[in-house]
């Protein structure tokens, strides 16, 4: 097997497949079959030998099927799992494999003639690996083995195939194709997207979804989300099942359509709205209560939430002792105050520190089920989606529109995406927001912290400028998201952020080239959007460090736009 010697080892770890193959020698024949057993891990280890315990199967991810294995290498354990498999004397066979994750390995022992392996370094999609080997004049019987690398992450294999001249041990039946779907429904609805689900046909290893007949995206799982359509239309679904014998026919066709063009998740907010976010912590700036917040502000994000030892579930704790003895029933009346004022609290989750995941249907319930416990607990009127470090668009949805059907449709929906989570519609974040389009009240991306970035018309803009500001936000204002639902987020002075802090004026100056068409540095919008929703910052108190010049100016600004 290779040396791996000074090679420079990627950090992470990544999914894996692996499929092996034995073909007899030239062409294959009527009798050639696939000698492996449990060639796709459905029988757990059945037929299968790990050192010390390294191998195991797993549900995700699988290259098909339900299962696959997954090897963790561990101190001078290689995690190698090995099968002993029946084969012809004299006979060539091809060994094949898909491998995903860690440095894997694929070889064979024992042909008699000359023992053969292939490796790859670690794989973030799945990848196969092939070789062949010749067995002895009396060879019958040989062993097929994976294993990953020692120290490094852990490696995945599926769909094992020993293919050539029949041994003699039998192999797995081979696949049929698949009966056709039933119990196709539309499960949910908006201005931009229609979710389908339906039952699962035993020996599928996935799903194709049709639109008018078109074949739109494929899926492993029983449900898809199918996004990028226009409000207010009808629109024919059917879906086939598929495995490695073929696919299935059509199901029978439903109709989802979609809802009016929403937006403008929350009610009781002004047209034109500032955000700012609330530190629940001292780092220097100003230490606030939320009473102290100044009246500029119509949405008060309060940061943070905590990770709890759940997946997905959020919690939160007032920080008393650095907030100088702010007391929860205290804040909880302050809360109380801001309603009265017509302002809106929400809780924020994430933050540069943030650790929350929500990327299965578990933990999207644990998420909806704690946020709707501290809106119950400390009269938050929504939630603040400000994670930093990845979002899955899926469940993040399934999530927030779990919430939604909690608390009505005065949730406030905001969301604080990078730069970077908004260049494109295929990103998680762009995807997330327009999946939920219909009950989002706006996002505030942030402005700062920032490289040079792409604007809508294609040209590179570094921040700092009004034309950062307006050439990105025209990203999403032309992605699909309605004016009412962008906001320009930045930082509040000089100390609130690493970089992109602009002052007042830029701010202003942006509001109204892309409100009005005024005020334009070089880029200027093909249309206006009077609607804009208005600007966020953080925070309320690094603003109030700097006397408020920032909310003064900026608040006092967006207040007064037509």
């Known amino acids: 097997m290779p040396v791996l010697g000074k090679r420079r080892l990627r950090a992470g770890v990544a999914l894996a497949a692996l499929a092996l193959s034995f073909a007899g020698t030239g062409q294959a024949s009527a009798a050639d079959i696939n000698n492996a057993k449990n060639a796709g891990f459905e029988s757990g280890l059945t037929n299968w030998t790990c050192t010390a315990g390294s191998g195991t199967t797993v549900s995700s991810p699988v290259h098909s099927g339900a299962a696959a294995l997954k090897g963790t290498p561990a ?20 060994l094949s494999a898909w491998v ?8 064979v022992t024992g042909t008699g003639t000359t023992d053969v392996s292939t490796w790859t370094p670690d794989t973030t999609s799945w990848k196969q690996l092939s070789t062949t080997f010749t067995t002895g004049a009396s060879t019958t019987s040989v062993s097929v083995y994976t294993h990953g690398w020692y120290g490094q992450a852990a490696y995945y294999a599926d769909d094992i195939s020993v293919y050539g001249p029949d041994g003699g041990g039998g192999s797995d039946p081979a696949p049929t194709v698949p009966a056709i779907p039933t119990g196709l429904s539309v499960s949910a609805t908006t201005s931009s997207s229609v979710s389908l689900a ?4 035993s020996g599928a290893t996935g799903y194709n979804v049709y639109r008018g007949g078109t074949k739109i995206t494929a899926v492993t799982g029983t449900s898809a989300t199918i996004t990028g359509l226009a409000a207010s239309t009808a629109y024919s679904f059917q879906v086939t099942a598929t495995n490695s014998a073929g696919e299935s026919g059509k199901s029978t066709a439903v109709t989802g359509t979609t809802t009016a063009t929403g937006g403008n998740g929350g009610t009781g907010l002004p047209k034109h709205a500032v955000t700012g976010y609330w530190q629940n912590f001292n780092n220097g700036a100003t230490v606030q209560k939320l009473s102290a917040v100044s009246s500029q502000y119509d949405i008060i994000a309060v940061a943070f939430a905590d990770a709890t030892s759940t997946p997905g579930a959020v919690s939160f704790t007032l920080d008393s002792a650095g907030l100088g003895g702010y007391t929860v029933d205290q804040f909880k009346a302050d809360i109380a105050a ?3 004022a017509g302002k809106k609290v929400v809780i924020s989750i994430g933050g540069q520190n943030g650790t929350i995941s929500v990327s299965d249907s578990t933990s999207a319930t644990n998420f909806a089920n704690s946020v709707y416990s501290l809106m119950q607990t400390y009269g938050f009127d929504g939630v603040d989606i400000d994670l930093e470090n990845g979002i899955n668009a899926t469940y993040m949805a399934q999530a927030l529109r779990s919430l939604s059907s909690k608390a009505g449709s005065s949730l406030v929906i905001t969301m604080a995406p990078q730069t970077i989570d908004m260049q494109s519609t295929s990103n998680a974040y762009f995807q997330t927001a327009l999946n939920i389009k219909d009950i989002l009240t706006v996002v505030n991306m942030q402005y700062y912290n920032s490289g040079t970035m792409l604007g809508c018309d294609g040209k590179v803009y570094g921040q700092g400028t009004v034309d ?4 990105l936000a025209c990203i999403q204002l032309q992605g699909g998201l309605a004016p009412s639902q962008v906001g320009l987020g930045l ?5 609130a952020a690493g970089s992109g802090y602009v002052s007042p004026t830029i701010v202003n100056n942006a509001l109204d080239c892309l409100t009005a068409g005024t005020n334009c540095g070089t880029f200027k919008p093909s249309k206006t959007y009077p609607d804009l929703r208005g ?10 460090a700097a006397g408020s010049s920032w909310s003064n100016s900026v608040g006092a600004h967006v207040h007064a736009l037509p």
């Open 535 to 544: 600007a966020m910052t953080w925070s309320t108190n690094w603003d109030a």
């Open 468 to 471: 950062f500001l307006t050439a």
């Open 100 to 107: 995903q994750g860690g440095y894997s390995y694929l070889g």
């Open 198 to 201: 339906w039952s699962a046909v």
């Open 75 to 94: 101190g001078q354990d290689n995690a190698q799992c090995s099968e002993p498999v029946a084969v012809k004397p004299n006979s060539t066979y091809t």
């Open 491 to 495: 930082p509040a002075s000089t100390s």
């Open 338 to 340: 801001k309603h009265a």
